[in-house]
């Protein structure tokens, strides 16, 4: 079977226009603005208005992204979303968006994959795109974790902040867009990484909420270890895929979630640190939407080019990791 290529063809982010310093989150825990920038690169994020929701972030992602690609939201064929932060537990993101965008004719889904959504949509895309099922998805990846941040926790309520982005995938050439990919998901270490009461385990009751436990738990060292130690792994699967290897690569896309992992991973992978691409001291960490803003950076500022490779690698709830090699072909 010949099989098609998949690439971007439209692309786009959004975030909202509140900003939180450092300066200001000192006014809220025991922090220092000298703490959490050498501990994780970030100085400031964004935080979603009062009465918006996660799908307000992604419908203006998506309408870049259309704008972008030249494609009207009717013509979409599928949206898939990427979010562990939708407006409700159901509908998903991606049927709020379908209406809230007008694509009529559009299938939905969500991913519920945290940090690694962005990848997971776009290989996700890719199989309906090049078995030549589709020729027209929008994937939306996007949240909002200001909203299940535990405020009186220091070591979690510095890192997060709100944003989406949107990239509209068609079919190409087979040796453009998508070249390789990986998954891999270490289900053992979920409990280091979730929110404790938020479905059938533990719907939240007055317990829950007097512990906070309705709010988003990490355990910052073991994520830590787990990136540093997964993150090359299933990027060196990922080129390995695509035929590739590190020096190949012109930027490395990885998910913004601290300074100190995205150096850690680009000296095992050999890369260059200013082929790695940061927002974080802008925008902290935003989820779903992490490797979106990173890649927007670049897109936006002119030095992403055509056919430059870029090598996306996500980490995060699952715990779970994806990557992705991708030849740039705008
Ligand atoms: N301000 C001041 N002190 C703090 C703060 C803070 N905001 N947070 C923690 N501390 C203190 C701790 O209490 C501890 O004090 P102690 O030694 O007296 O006990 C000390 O600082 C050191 O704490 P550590 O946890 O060792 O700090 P570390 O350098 O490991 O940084 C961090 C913590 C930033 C959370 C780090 O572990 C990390 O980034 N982990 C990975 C997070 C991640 O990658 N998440 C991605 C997936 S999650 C997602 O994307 C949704």
Redesign the pocket.
């Known amino acids: 079977m010949n099989l098609r290529g998949c690439t971007i063809t439209g692309f786009g982010s959004h975030v909202p226009d509140r900003v939180l310093t450092n300066a200001d989150l000192e006014k809220i ?4 603005d000298e ?2 920038v050498v ?2 690169g970030i100085s400031e994020r964004r935080v979603i208005e009062d009465g918006k929701a996660t799908s307000d972030l992604a419908v203006e992602a998506a309408r870049r992204a259309l704008d972008d690609a030249a494609i009207d939201a009717a013509d979409l064929q599928l949206i898939i979303g990427a979010t562990i932060t939708a407006d409700t537990v159901f509908p998903s993101m991606s049927a709020v968006l379908e209406h809230k965008l007008g694509a009529n004719r559009a299938a939905t889904f969500d991913l519920v994959t ?2 690694t959504g962005f990848v997971d949509g776009i290989v996700t895309a890719a199989q309906f795109i090049r078995t030549g099922a589709m020729d027209r998805i929008l994937v939306v990846a996007g949240d909002a ?1 200001t909203r299940i941040t535990n405020w009186s926790d ?3 309520c ?3 902040g709100d944003a989406a982005t949107a990239a509209v995938l068609q079919p190409s050439e087979p040796d453009r867009g998508l070249l390789g990919w990986a998954m891999d998901t270490q289900g053992f270490a979920g409990e280091h ?1 979730c929110i404790p009461s938020s479905g059938s385990a533990w719907p939240p009751d007055e317990k829950a909420i007097a512990e906070n436990a309705t709010k ?1 738990y ?1 355990n ?2 073991e ?2 270890k787990m ?1 540093v130690r997964g993150v090359p792994d299933i990027a060196m699967q990922a080129l390995d895929k695509a035929g590739l290897s590190s020096a190949d690569v012109d930027w490395v896309i990885m ?1 913004q ?2 300074q ?2 995205l150096d850690a991973a680009a000296d095992r992978l050999d890369i260059p640190h200013d082929r790695v691409i940061s927002v974080l001291h802008k925008f902290g ?1 935003t ?1 779903a939407a992490s490797m979106g803003l990173a890649l927007d950076e670049i897109y936006q500022d002119g030095r992403l080019k055509k056919d430059d490779i870029v090598l996306l690698v996500g ?3 699952g715990f779970c990791l994806a990557g992705a090699v991708l030849r740039w072909d705008k």
Request: aromatic residues 12%; contains cysteine; hydrophobic residues 50%.
């Open positions: 825990v025991d922090t220092t703490w959490i501990h994780t945290g940090c974790l220091r070591s979690t510095v890192l997060f990484l988003l990490m910052g060292h994520i830590f990136a998910h979630a601290n100190r992992i960490n989820s980490f995060g709830a």
